[in-house]
């Protein structure tokens, strides 16, 4: 039978390290071809939205969707897991914890592949759930050891600081100018919902690398064209759905000043098909959308894990 999971049952099992073990793992199949991903499909209506990732992973026997819904009351997540081989449901779970955590794996991955290895200082812009998952990844990929933290809202931005500062044993402190969160920082990591760059060239030291998560829509803008332009390296989770929605590249695209010829996958980087950071004082780029492999693969450990433990409540329905 097929098993439901809780956003309850989901923190029970769900692991950073297990996700970006996961999502490095997946990228890989992405690049020798056991993996499908279809981008984002969003359908608006004037109170809200649905959105929908699809896709299959071969080596796990899945095909699946997340389905979630955006509205003024908030965002609900739905993670749908099938045999690809006898098409029967095997789990529905609920994905908003997991989205959180999937999410800051693949900074995790990205930052792992293309930050210094010495990198110990982190700029962070954003203090809201997602900026708490791209944080903890950080520190399982880097000895961070410092984290410069800029968000609007002032209240929130402080207890983010306290909460994670002694959740992971390092200093986390509030900033308000932007230009002091990114200078003198080894990864800067913008987690927002901003419509104009929260990063700008000048302050972008040698050796910075950059994960860019907010610009997964045409209106929303986290990193400056010039900063683009001057990275040695641009990467991203999958081209086909940067295509579709990256904010902070799409613009140079559009004017000639970047190709996606130029754009590399962050699967073709660990699958040893291109190099990624080939010295210290190269700056990287890496922008993150989203992929529903991802969640898949990430849905099948926790589903597994699950079992294991006998959590879920079983359907009447899915075989």
Known sequence: MALFLTEGDVQQVLTMPMAITAIEEVLRE????????????RTRVP???????????ESQQVIGYKAYTSTREGNRFLLHLYDSNHGNLQAVIEANYLGMIRTGAA???ASKWLSRNDSTTVGLFGSGWQATGQLEALC?????????????NAERLNEFCRHNSDRLGISVEP?????????????????????????????VEEGTHLNAVGSNALIRREIDEKTIRNCNLVTVDSRD?????????LPLIEKGRLNWRQVVELGDIIAGQVSGRTANAQITLFESQGMAVQDLMLGKRILAAAQAKGLGKELPFGN
């Not at 071809?33 to 279809?38: D, E, F, P, S, Y």
């Not at 399982?140 to 609007?152: F, G, H």
């Open 140 to 152: 399982c990929v880097r000895p961070i050891s410092r984290v410069k933290v800029m968000a609007r």
């Open 30 to 41: 992405v690049n020798l071809g056991l993996a499908v991903n279809i981008p984002r499909q």
């Open 241 to 249: 759905v940067a295509a579709n929605e990256c904010g902070d590249l």
């Open 107 to 109: 900074s995790g991955v």
């Open 47 to 57: 109170k809200g939205a649905l959105h929908i990732l699809q896709g299959a992973v």
């Open 175 to 203: 900033y308000q100018d932007a230009e002091q969160v990114v200078r003198n920082s080894d990864i800067v990591t913008t987690v927002t919902t901003a419509a104009e760059p929260l990063v700008h060239f000048p302050w």
